[in-house]
RNA sequence: GGGCGUGUAGCUCAGUAGGAUAGAGCAUCGGAUUUCUAAUCCGAGGGUCGGGGGUUCGAGUCCCUCCACGCCUGCCA
């Protein structure tokens, strides 16, 4: 409804400028003047347009004043300032559109093309998750929350890199440091009192304690490398074991967190289909990449780098140009190539297909698959992407370009285009934070704003042991504040208020910032948090509940059918009408602004809206009082703004992955 | 050396492809409703938007330059 009104005026806009100066412009960018009084929506073209058409913008503007109207939704336009164009909403006709259920936007922008591809998560299965790894889920998973709200459909898949170097570090820990083998491993896995990724975490760690101070020991990784890459052998069957393993805990972890997947891809899978021997012929027939006979990177073939578009790469004295090297001179291939192949299948360009067999079930029945050997007839047609994002972390942006080099080199301009790196920056530690974790800093350590996390040393804040520290504080707020006496519901909305608080802390901040994390700050569940949004919700529900009791038959859901239009017209233009205005308006733009974040790849634009929702009805929640309003049309008229808002920051908080408990 | 990113209040960060008076949370201080439960609200202090040039009617935002910090620049991922 909203949106439909902007677009229109804009468009009209570019019309009158058409019919009076006969120019031919594209829709100008509108601007929000800085109150309502002002108006609530504005067009600054007329000053650009000044120079051109040699008459002050002011003019320029009166003239056009004239021809925008009559316009729907619009009840007033004005020319303000030096010349902005104001535009004065019809607050009624907004105030009782929102009221309609929000239908499917049309099918525009990337929702024209395709499916959409999210690739999130894609932790190497070999321990336990932390923290970076839940801002990539949480990303991710949020990011595809906006993209299926504006109609697009996705497939969400997480690649699982079964048959890498972190998994191979595990398998020499097992079977070297523990001399432990299958059957060994697999009684660890089944002990109830150990967290097997857990184990992992501490046993990755011993294991590169054990490689620094071994002479040979990194000829144990290479060695169980290349078993895990050919797929054969104990080690081989460790691999896959502990990898299967970790995956399942994963899952397990982000689905406290609300976060889901469509379908595991696996490295091993690749391998074994041979996708990167096809990419590989086609990368060579089309030049894309070529043997190297001499010079240091002998025996290798490369991908020149020129055509990156990052300009002249070139180093003119040594002559040498700037390339990656694609397959090693021992013959195996690097990951960067078997990530152009798993991308080329993406989009359909290799010209075959996995087969796929279900994994796991989450409590609902939704099914998660992956891809295996032995393929399920009635799986899913996954891949064939249209348009494809890859949450993965902004150091390894110079990777992912090279995937996007090699689309064009194939001559995939369009697909090319369509690939798209959803670069973030990773999670470290506040100096203090380290120290509590029991790291020995240096003076100058204390004084660098954040501490990186370290697998290989085993420092870092694991996943669930964040969400449980949450759980226990949200469980303690909520017994002291003796809601309920009922445990379910007590620990539901301790779960909830923990994951709000932990999802809301990881989307705040945008993605290109580092996130120096802090206990303090990730376990505050007052100002602006997760907890704050949530009892925002919860307070528009207690009006109602309250309300109910003096009114058994009272159902916000056909609140609009009591308010008139002409009731609507006289609240929203009378004494308070701008206070109730500017939260209308404020609930009215949630489908703007998760446009905005899906064009700007950015989900903390629609948290930073959820905070500013929020903030505004408890500011109007304190203004007025609902239950003991004497008017009962006025009464009606706040309950079903109590109700505008309700809906709009509950479907806002749902984009965020948060959940809303009963009572706060 | 090159590429990318960051730099805004004491701290942590927003600032909508240039627009009207630079905002929020935390922290500090001072207030509010014996209620629709205070996980709340209101107010105060606090800013050379890293420095310097430039473009423009208009720059926190665009261009140039310099500075600081971080990441990448592996036959690791």
């Given at each position: ?533 949530q009892y925002s919700v919860v307070r528009a529900r207690n009006i109602f509940r309250k309300f109910q009791e003096s009114h058994p038959d009272f159902n916000p859901q056909r609140l609009g059918e009591l308010v008139s239009a002409n009731q609507l017209k006289m609240f929203l233009g009378g004494k308070d009408g701008e206070a109730f205005w500017e939260l209308i308006l404020l609930a009215a733009q949630l489908e703007m602004v998760a446009d ?69």
């Amino acid at each position: 409804m909203y949106l439909e009104i902007q677009r229109e005026i804009l468009a009209r806009f570019v019309g009158a400028i058409q019919e009076v100066f006969g120019l031919k412009i594209d829709a100008p960018v509108p601007d929000f003047p800085p109150s309502v009084e002002m108006g609530d929506l504005s067009i600054a073209a007329c000053f650009e347009l000044a120079k051109q058409l040699r008459q002050s913008p002011r003019k320029i503007a009166e003239q056009l004043v004239a021809r925008l109207l009559p316009l729907p939704g619009v009840e007033r336009v004005s020319v303000a300032g030096g010349g902005y164009i104001n535009f004065y909403l019809d607050r009624a006709q907004v105030a009782s559109g929102l009221f309609r259920p929000r239908t499917s936007p049309p099918k525009h922008g990337i929702a024209a093309k395709g499916k959409v591809l999210v690739e999130h998560t894609s932790i190497n299965p070999n321990k336990a998750a932390h923290i970076g790894h839940l801002r990539n889920a949480v990303l991710g998973d949020t990011f595809v929350r906006l993209l299926r709200f504006r109609g697009n459909p996705v497939e969400i898949q997480n690649y699982i890199d079964n048959t890498g170097v972190q998994v191979a570090d595990v398998v020499v820990g097992f079977v070297h440091l523990e001399k432990k083998g299958l059957e060994d491993i697999r009684k660890l896995i089944q002990d109830p009192f150990i967290r097997f990724d857990y184990y992992c975490w501490d046993l990755y760690a011993r294991v590169f304690q054990y490689y620094a101070e071994a002479e040979d020991a990194l000829a144990l990784r290479a060695e169980a490398l290349k078993a895990i890459e050919e797929g054969h052998g104990e080690m081989a069957a460790i691999a896959d074991l502990v990898s299967t393993a970790i995956v399942r805990k994963h899952l397990e972890t982000m689905e406290r967190i609300n976060v889901r997947y469509d379908l595991l891809v696996e490295e091993s899978e690749i391998l074994r289909l041979e996708f990167w021997e096809y990419a590989f012929e086609v990368l060579k027939q089309s030049g894309a990449i070529r043997y190297e006979e001499s010079g240091k990177n002998a025996g290798c073939w490369v991908m020149g780098l020129a055509e990156a578009g990052n300009g002249e790469t070139t180093d003119e004295e040594s002559g040498s140009e700037d390339v990656k090297i694609i397959v090693r001179s021992n013959g195996t291939v690097t990951y960067v190539g078997k990530d152009i192949a798993y991308h080329l299948w993406k989009f359909a360009l290799l010209g075959r297909d996995f087969g796929y067999q279900r994994f796991h079930r989450y409590a609902d029945g939704q099914p998660v698959w992956r891809t295996a050997p032995d393929a399920a007839a009635e799986a899913p047609a996954f891949g064939r992407g249209a348009v494809a994002y890859s949450v993965i972390d902004t150091r390894q942006s110079y990777l992912q370009s090279i995937v996007a080099t090699a689309f064009r080199a194939l001559g995939f301009q369009e697909e090319a285009a369509n690939l798209h790196h959803f670069a973030y920056e990773v999670v470290g530690l506040s100096p203090r934070c380290a120290e509590e974790m029991g790291l020995a800093l240096t003076a100058a350590d204390r004084q660098r704003s954040y501490i990186e996390v370290s697998g290989r040393k085993g420092l870092g804040v694991k996943a669930d042991d964040l969400i449980n520290r949450l759980v226990e504080k949200a469980t303690q707020e909520v017994q002291a504040r003796q809601m309920t006496e009922d445990p379910a519901e007590q620990a539901a909305s301790a779960r909830m208020i923990a994951v709000g608080a932990l999802r809301y802390f990881l989307l705040k901040f945008s993605r290109r910032m580092i996130i120096a994390f802090d206990f303090k700050e990730a376990l505050a569940f007052e100002g602006e948090t997760g907890p704050y949004l949530q009892y925002s919700v919860v307070r528009a529900r207690n009006i109602f509940r309250k309300f109910q009791e003096s009114h058994p038959d009272f159902n916000p859901q056909r609140l609009g059918e009591l308010v008139s239009a002409n009731q609507l017209k006289m609240f929203l233009g009378g004494k308070d009408g701008e206070a109730f205005w500017e939260l209308i308006l404020l609930a009215a733009q949630l489908e703007m602004v998760a446009d905005q974040a899906i064009a700007a790849a950015e989900p903390a634009v629609v948290a930073k809206y959820a905070f500013r929702l929020a903030q505004a009805f408890n500011n109007f929640y304190h203004r007025y009082r609902i239950l003991s309003e004497a008017d009962p049309a006025r009464q009606n008229f706040l309950l079903y703004l109590v109700h505008l808002v309700n809906e709009s920051l509950t479907r806002t908080l749902d984009l965020l992955g948060i959940e809303v408990p009963e009572r706060m």
